[in-house]
């Protein structure tokens, strides 16, 4: 049996798995992804966790075939993570992570986006399995995109191709909103939980907005507490997912337009929360996409746990 190191690196935590080549988990751990500045010493706690992981499981090192990493900003191209804001100590910068840490192992180390490594850990295991032509959306800190287009994952020239959450939306209150990445109003910007919770936040502040979020303290607002006062019939916290919803409904239209995909799979923290966008996202979707094209993509959730994609899909990278 074959086994593989599957590492889904996101701006909270990375979680790292030894994995096999017939898609079963063997053991995984979770470290920190952002309490330092410096990737060198981030990188040598990421190869610790390796080695605790590989004596845990009474695996040898030397029966791993190699390391592939799932991470924001990430080159498959040149093995590098390039300018990922969400990240403490990749922020303006481009890092050859897949050389750093395949030294600090001696394991072979390929990486790619994150949203592309969920979107191999679908099409293999999950509810993508037989799919040529489909598009993974991850709604987390940010919002990523994995596209597969006649069972190929797309990269594009420079490796970075398929960034669909720094598409532009038009805002919903006429007020536009900075990205991480330097532009404005991109579909990340209210469709994440980042941009879930600004939306909140801005509630809160609102002297005119109805809203039990005016209970916390403005920063500390998070999409999960969004969440919570929807669930307990707060309007306001409801239709800030519902927006959500919509935006992404439009997006999806657009992107299906340009893909013809089969379906567009959601992943991701935020689809916790799926019955209070999907309604508003399954409409906006209807009204946008038009039946010109005739296949209809089906809008499917990950039929894999939250950290199994990614790890499956990024120690695919290497077991291929």
């Not at 996202?281 to 990950?302: C, H």
Request: proline content about 3%.
């Amino acid at each position: 049996m074959k086994y593989a190191i599957g590492i889904d690196l996101g701006a909270t935590t990375a979680k790292t798995g030894i994995i096999t080549d017939t898609g079963k988990i063997v053991d995984y751990n979770l470290i920190a992804s952002n309490t330092t500045d410096d990737e060198h010493l981030f990188i040598n706690s990421l190869s610790d966790t390796i080695t605790a992981l590989c004596r845990k499981s009474n695996i040898d090192r030397g029966s791993i075939v190699g390391i592939g990493v799932g991470i924001p900003k990430g080159n498959f191209f040149g093995g590098t993570v390039e300018y990922a804001q969400n990240l403490t100590w990749g922020r303006d910068k481009v890092i050859p992570f897949a050389n750093l840490l395949s030294r600090s192992t001696g394991i072979k180390c390929l990486l790619t986006n994150d949203a592309n490594a969920a979107a191999l850990g679908e099409m293999q295991f999950g509810v993508a399995r037989g799919m040529s032509n489909f598009i993974e959306i991850t709604l987390g800190t940010g919002v990523g995109a994995g596209v597969v287009v006649d069972g190929r994952l797309i990269y594009g020239a420079n490796g970075m191709a398929g960034e669909l959450g720094h598409c532009t939306v038009r805002p919903p209150d006429g007020k536009s909103r900075v990205c991480t990445c330097g532009r404005r109003d991109c579909l990340e910007t209210y469709c994440s939980a980042t941009g879930v919770a600004l939306s909140g936040r801005l509630q809160a502040l609102n002297t005119h907005s109805q809203t039990t979020l005016k209970h916390y303290k403005p920063e500390d607002i998070t999409a999960k507490i969004v969440y919570e006062e929807a669930l307990k019939g707060d309007i306001v916290s409801r239709e800030i997912y519902r927006e959500a919803g919509r935006l992404l409904g439009e997006a999806f239209a657009e992107f299906a337009v340009v893909f013809s995909p089969e379906a567009i799979v959601i992943f991701g923290g935020m689809a916790k929360a799926k019955d209070m966008f999907l309604p508003s996202l399954i409409d906006s979707f209807g009204q946008n996409f038009t039946e010109a094209y005739r296949l209809v993509p089906k809008i499917l959730f990950s039929s894999l746990p939250e950290a199994d994609a990614a790890i499956l899909g990024a120690g695919s990278l290497v077991l291929i």
